[in-house]
């Protein structure tokens, strides 16, 4: 909260350092760092010598990843969504285009865009029926979207939700994500302490955990073989929740900021940045997330290096898990029996691992190429 606050008491000290009039100026509004990710794709392809990029962040969580990323010319906090601020940094700034990711629909900002008919776009949007935008008293909230120049969404529900309340200016476009982490595969994602950890060892990955998964998966990692090791890369790092995972684990464990013994059964690794590449060398992946309410994390990121992926079962705003799964990629787990038999199935089953390996990054490269559909339209 304090970095939510801080930052954006800066953001228009620091705009007094920056001549926006010598460059056109793209911005993109990212609420965290996922959104980024999403965003990434397209910047790639509109960044040249004539366009600068602004990326605003409304989470510190997006800010302080990637406010020094080699892709962004200007890192800010999206101040509060005021009149006067929205006013003075579209006056400011004077963007040649605006983009919006997925969810991000800022009333004041974009009718001081609209204004200036600065084009807005929405990328990677999704839209259900039931959102606030379409119900009787939701109005005011939809002449929000009547001011957005176009809409790229993921699928055809979003399009076919849009058309029917009234809006054309609709592309079913896919999803940006795919592309990014279709990407990474050209990356070099080599990690020696992985490597070594690993050795010849089966290596099952478990990203983005959270304590309510621990009860998931901590059975199974208890009883398991000699030949397989366990890498677990927590959504939270803090200390006390290391060490309260340690102490359910009953096998030799190393944390990664403590050092690491390679003869270890499982390696937390405390530390934020590397997980993308740890999947690289993982053989089947947990994605964590599903087993509460937190929300599924990215299990796209697994999936592209092909693997089958474990998830928890509540998934209902994840549509990316229910089509993996119907693509022979996913299994939703309920319970720790499960997680347990499901994995000793998979850990056994080296043909098995590999169809649905083979499923995951089919599926990953068949949903690609949204951003080459935004480029075709903006040109």
């Known amino acids: 909260m304090k970095l939510f606050v801080d930052g954006r008491k800066n953001t228009f000290t620091s705009f007094s350092s920056i001549d926006f009039s010598t460059n056109e100026w793209l911005w993109f509004h990212c609420a965290s760092l996922g959104e980024y990710e999403q965003a ?26 990637k406010k020094n990323h080699k892709l962004i010319d200007v890192a800010i906090y999206l101040p509060i969504d005021t009149p006067g601020n929205a006013e003075h940094l579209v006056k400011t700034v004077q963007p040649k285009q605006a983009f919006f990711v997925k969810y991000e629909f800022w009333r004041n900002y974009f009718s001081a865009l609209s204004k200036r008919e600065i084009p807005i776009y929405m990328i990677s949007s999704t839209f259900r029926a039931n959102q606030f935008f379409f119900k009787w008293y939701g109005s005011f909230y939809k002449q929000t979207l009547k001011m957005v120049s176009h809409f790229f969404v993921q699928h055809i529900n979003s399009k076919q939700v849009l058309i029917a309340n009234g809006f054309e200016n609709v592309t079913i476009s896919g999803d940006t994500r795919f592309d990014r982490v279709y990407a990474q595969l050209q990356m070099n994602n080599q990690l020696d302490f992985i490597a070594d950890f690993k050795a010849d060892r089966t290596c099952v990955v478990l990203g983005s955990t959270w304590p309510d998964c621990e009860g998931m998966f901590v059975q199974a990692i208890n009883a398991s073989n000699a030949e397989v090791c366990f890498v677990i890369a927590p959504h939270e790092i803090k200390p006390e929740k290391i060490n309260s995972l340690v102490d359910k684990l009953k096998v030799n464990t190393s944390v990664f900021t403590k050092g690491i013994d390679n003869q270890s ?23 964590g997330g599903a087993v509460g309410v937190t929300g599924l994390h990215n299990i796209l990121e697994p999936a592209v290096f092909g693997m089958p992926i474990l998830v928890g079962v509540n998934t209902q705003k994840f549509p990316e898990a229910d089509a993996l799964q119907n693509a022979g990629g996913l299994v939703k787990i309920d319970t720790a029996d499960e997680f347990e038999i499901t994995l000793n199935d998979l850990l056994g089953n080296e043909s098995k691992r590999k169809y649905m390996g083979e499923a995951s990054k089919n599926f990953i490269e068949s949903q690609t190429g949204a951003t080459e559909k935004i480029i075709a339209f903006l040109n």
Do not use: C, H, M, W
Not at 46 to 51: D, F, G, Q, V
Not at 268 to 280: F, P, Q
């Open 40 to 65: 990434v794709p397209l910047i790639e392809e509109l960044k040249s010598e004539n366009n600068k990029v602004l990326v605003s962040f409304f989470s510190p969580s997006g800010y302080e990843q």
């Open 265 to 287: 059964k499982v390696l937390i690794v405390d530390a934020v940045g590397y997980l993308t590449r740890i999947y690289s060398y993982a053989d089947i992946a947990y994605v």
